[in-house]
Each structure stands twice: as structure tokens, then as C-alpha cells.
């Protein structure tokens, strides 16, 4: 009974853990400050050949989850690095995997950069401490409003065209930008459903080159629930081009799908009152998804096929009148 207690206190299962980070307050990443140490517990370094390449975030003992963009490399030169706080020096909590297998999304697109995210399993578990541990994950039914505040952590560059990474993990808070909105700062059409949007819109802060695969979270009560996975964006921290992250809740069934064995903790995002965004337009946009526009397009759908009736009305008078004549 006492073992029993003892074993499960040691290796807690992921869905109860996830999302406490044992470092209560706190912002390259563009804009934004050193993290402490712990404070995000679930940020993992993937390295290529002991450099670091990419972000990821633990999402039990076994697997981190990544971006498929960061994953065009042989599994064999990448390690998992997490417990860190700084690239360099020594980090007393850090702990080091080999990559197992790779996953990344049977649907990725590198061109449009759709379905941008990989699981990577590691070559063996990794035991749950005060700087590592599981990030919740947002379930399939969670909604971001615009304006949601958001975190977004990495050791990216600090600033765009810079090729050098920062020594000490960086955080920055950015609120989401809803898809409506992000579709017309960007081309409409560019921000599709299996993406998120967050970023200021005069700019200054962001996720930059070294942050992709990284986590983008958000808190609700007491456990931090990843939305995002850093993805894309034009150039870094620029007015009116938000980074793009992969949405994560539209992958709760993908994910599930590969990480049988200690499920990891999904948990519903939560957004209240209006969202700002859908009422947002611009031309290009498909109509607004509210009841007045769903009623308009009825009464339309309507009143053309009135209008049909006419024309086939007519037409019969034409081609009786033609008889006559
Ligand atoms: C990159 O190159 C990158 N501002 C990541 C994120 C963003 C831009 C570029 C978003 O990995």
C-alpha cells in the first residue's frame, strides 16, 4: 500500500501533473525577458548535433511535441534537452534524450506550412521534477478570443536577421489575434483553421528564428495549457504580422492517436463573453459567421431563387409569344 503510494507519487500520471509550473509570477524571443528557472518546466531544447535547432514542449515522460519543420533531420543526430535554463554552462536539473521516433503530420505542408507539427519520442522516459515536467494540452473543443493573453517562451533569436541565441531562456506575453483579423494583416487565406495568431499590433514583441516548435500557453486557474506551437510569421515582431503557431486543440484526436501509454493531460480553453473577431472584415474575407449574417445569407438564398422563378417565368412568355408569332 505504502509502495504503491511511494511509486505513484514518483512517477505521477501526466494528465494530473500537467501544466503547474513551480515558480509562481514573472517577459529572444523579440521584446520579451529571462524566464527563471523552472517557470516553464515543459520547454525543451532540440539540438542537431549538440546545437540548438528548435523549441519543443513535453507532454508526458515519453514524447515532446514539436513543429514538423523542425524535424527534416535524421533522428539519429538530434537530442532532447530538458531542465534547462541557459544553452551554456551547467544546469544541475538538466536531463538529455536520444529521439526514438519522429512523427510529424501526414497532412504538413512546407508550402503553406499547414498541420505544422511532429511528436518525437524519446529514448527513454524522463522522471518528473520541479523543472521538468508535462504541459497541458488545449482539447479539441477550447476557444481563443482575441486578446487572450498569452506566454510564449524560447531561446530564438532576440531580434530579426540576428544570428545569435540567447544564453538565458526567454519569455514574452502576447495576446491572440483572431483569425479573422490575422487572415487580413497576412493574405486572406494564409491563416487557415489549424492555426493561431498572436502578437502585438505596433509590434516589438514575438517569437523569432530558434523559438519554431516551441510552446505558445496560456493559464487558466492554477495549470498552464498549450494553444500554439511556434510556426511561422514574416520576419520578427513586425507591426501587423503577428506570429503564426499551430493550434493545438485541433489535434487532440492526432495526438491521442500516437501517445497511448500515459495520456497526456488535454484540457478545454475556456474564452468568455464576445470575441471582438467576429465582427472583424476586411474584403477577401467570407462572410461574417454571426446570426444576422447567417439569416441575411438565408433571406439572399431565398430571394435569388425568387429571382430564378422570374427569369424561368419569363422565358416561358418569350418562347409562347415566339410561337405566336
Ligand atoms: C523562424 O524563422 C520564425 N515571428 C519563427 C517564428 C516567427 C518568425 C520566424 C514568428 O523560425
Redesign the pocket.
Known amino acids: 500500500m505504502f509502495a504503491a503510494t511511494a511509486a505513484a507519487d514518483e512517477n505521477p500520471s501526466s494528465a494530473i501533473v500537467c501544466g503547474k509550473s513551480p515558480v509562481a509570477t514573472g517577459t529572444r524571443i523579440v521584446g520579451g525577458q529571462n524566464a527563471s528557472a523552472g517557470r516553464w518546466p515543459w520547454q525543451a531544447s532540440l539540438r542537431q548535433f549538440g546545437r540548438h535547432i528548435c523549441g519543443a514542449s513535453l507532454i508526458n515522460k515519453d514524447w515532446v511535441l514539436c513543429a514538423a519543420h523542425c524535424v527534416g533531420f535524421p533522428k539519429i543526430i538530434l537530442t532532447v534537452v530538458l531542465g534547462q535554463q541557459t544553452q551554456q554552462g551547467s544546469n544541475p536539473n538538466e536531463v538529455s534524450r536520444s529521439v526514438k521516433l519522429i512523427i510529424k503530420h501526414p497532412s504538413y505542408d512546407p508550402n503553406t506550412n499547414d498541420n505544422d507539427i511532429a511528436l518525437l519520442k524519446l529514448s527513454s522516459s524522463v522522471t518528473f521534477t520541479d523543472f521538468i515536467r508535462p504541459v497541458c494540452l488545449a482539447a479539441d473543443n477550447s476557444v481563443f478570443h482575441s486578446g487572450t493573453e498569452s506566454w510564449i517562451t524560447g531561446w530564438?533569436v532576440t531580434a530579426e536577421g540576428e544570428s545569435l541565441s540567447p544564453n538565458i531562456l526567454q519569455e514574452v506575453e502576447v495576446p491572440v489575434i483572431g483569425n479573422r483579423q490575422c487572415n487580413c494583416l497576412y493574405e486572406v487565406g494564409t491563416i487557415t483553421d489549424n492555426m493561431i495568431c498572436a502578437g502585438l499590433l505596433e509590434g516589438g514583441k514575438?517569437?523569432?528564428?530558434?523559438?519554431?516548435g516551441g510552446p505558445m500557453v496560456n493559464r487558466q486557474n492554477t495549470v498552464w495549457i498549450q494553444s500554439g506551437i511556434?510556426s511561422?510569421?514574416k520576419g520578427?515582431a513586425r507591426p501587423n504580422l503577428p506570429?503564426?503557431y499551430t493550434r493545438v486543440s485541433r489535434y487532440q484526436e492526432w495526438i491521442s492517436s500516437h501517445v497511448c501509454s500515459d495520456p497526456p493531460g488535454f484540457v478545454q480553453f475556456i474564452s468568455t463573453g464576445a470575441d471582438s473577431d467576429n465582427t472583424y472584415s476586411c474584403s477577401g474575407l467570407p462572410p461574417l459567421p454571426t446570426s444576422t449574417a447567417s439569416t441575411s445569407r438565408t433571406t439572399s438564398a431565398r430571394s435569388s431563387s425568387k429571382q430564378n422563378s422570374i427569369s424561368y417565368f419569363l422565358l416561358l412568355i418569350a418562347i409562347l409569344f415566339s410561337f405566336h408569332m
Do not use: A
Not at 514575438?206 to 519554431?212: F, N, T
Open positions: 530564438g514575438d517569437s523569432c528564428q530558434g523559438d519554431s511556434v511561422f510569421g520578427c506570429g503564426v
